[in-house]
């Protein structure tokens, strides 16, 4: 398993009501392959590990960050809860960002609630890191969680 157990940096949160249920929701989050589907930035991801997700598998991705397009991490499930719960570590140069989502069987559908954990921060990054977050990793965050909700929604989906 990645370790995680290094210091906190920043928590940004975001949550989401999807009009489907636990297992739909917790299937299409599991399913690494459709991630880029809902993903506002170019995201690749290869499964490096075979048969169905769950605690230890792995994968590699390939996404957008400012100024480097094809920013790349290694991937492990940490959590893997069928219906309630998927978290992953994400390291990008051996610093771990924590992935957590939380559903919750809520009002006929499901809510989602999503975290994401940063590295602890240092030097010019601590300070300006809150800006980041500001006008990037909050909207960035949000606006993943209106394509996922969109694309369970969907007829595609169903």
Do not use: C
């Amino acid at each position: 398993m990645l370790d995680g157990s290094k210091g906190v940096g920043m928590k940004f949160e975001w949550t989401v009501q999807i009009a489907r249920s636990p297992d739909d929701v917790y299937g299409y989050l599991a399913d690494f392959s459709k991630h880029h589907e809902w993903s506002p930035k170019p995201l690749e991801i290869k499964a490096l590990s075979e048969g169905p997700t769950e605690v230890g598998s792995k994968f590699h991705s390939s996404g957008w960050i400012p100024r480097k397009p094809h920013n790349e991490n290694d991937v492990e499930v940490t959590t893997a809860d069928a219906a309630k719960r998927l978290t992953f570590n994400a390291v990008e140069k051996g610093e771990v960002f924590v992935n957590d989502y939380v559903l919750t069987d809520e009002a006929g559908g499901t809510r989602v609630d999503r975290s994401l954990t940063t590295p602890e921060l240092k030097g010019a990054m601590k300070l300006a890191f809150p800006i980041i977050g500001a006008v990037l990793v909050r909207p960035g965050g949000k606006k993943n969680m209106e394509m996922l909700k969109a694309n369970l929604e969907s007829a595609k989906q169903r």
